[in-house]
């Protein structure tokens, strides 16, 4: 940690930077692709408009931000890393550093359980989360009654990538081993796991570690939480520009107001690129990766700046976006 940091329930620095992400508000678009890695996120980034040079911002805790305009429609690519826990960090501090709606599409990699070839495109329209049941006793399971992992209900994705509803269904894992039925050195009773998975009832699609958290809080999402305030933050009216720039320091003009607005929606959507067949135990080579992402880089970055936003759901700052 390099800044000081106030308010230990929603930490920030002084210039309104959220802790993990390292962003304050004008540096992050109503629209938004997450992402797993950087690469995916720089690749993305060269289809953005090259004016004005798009903003960069990567946090000390590996966040990676870029900021920037796809023909015109202002749109950030955030490169998060992996698991729910950097979904949750993401989520989070971008609604607290955005006005207005926001539109997350998650561009990730995942598994496939269907009989594709890897370097297929899965749009997951529903996705249900494996949690290990740390309950069980793997050591001694003839000692447990519980089962050793637990599968919920779904968690709905917004049907603004789907042309007609069809039905999808990804897993969301909290690893990549147990919870996805590989198997390791660690007793993780997970032999019969995919199997389960493929059948009818569940007939899941694709496994991968992020989607479920992300559909989840975005249904969650209410305009904010009732009976807490939303702080009045106070946001730069001229342009925001990394701490080294000579622009005017923030404060200098601001204008107060509500951050998140009450009457906002998140609409949160994935794109699932099949890296792994888990059938034939396929993966996927590099350079199949790098058309491959470069193409649904195109694709997601288009559906996302063809959706509409209403103009006073928009973040009006005139910052970075
Ligand atoms: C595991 O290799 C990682 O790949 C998938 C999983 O969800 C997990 O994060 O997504 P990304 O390619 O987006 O990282
Ligand atoms: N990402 C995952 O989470 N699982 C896979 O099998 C491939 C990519």
Redesign the pocket.
Known sequence: MKQTLTDANFPRTADHRVYHLGLRPGEVANRII????PS?ANGIATHLDTEPKPFVLTSERGFTTITGRFRGVPVSIVS????FPNMDFFVREVRECISGDMLII?????GALVDVPVGSVVIPSSSVAISRNYDFDFANPASTAEPPYRISKPAIADAFLHEERRISLTA?TYS?YSSQGRQTSFPDRNTDLIEHLREGNLNVSTL????FHLYHLAKCWSGGQPGRAVPAIPLTTGPVRPATSKTPPVGEATLERPLAGKDTVIRAAAVH?V?ASRLSQGFITPSEVNALEDWTGLGVLTALANTEIPSDKLHVETGSV
């Not at 991968?208 to 989607?211: A, D, I, N, V």
């Open positions: 997450t992402v797993g890695s995916r998060i890393g992996m698991g998650r561009l990730g990699s995942c969301f990549f991968e570690m992020e989607t690129l890296y």
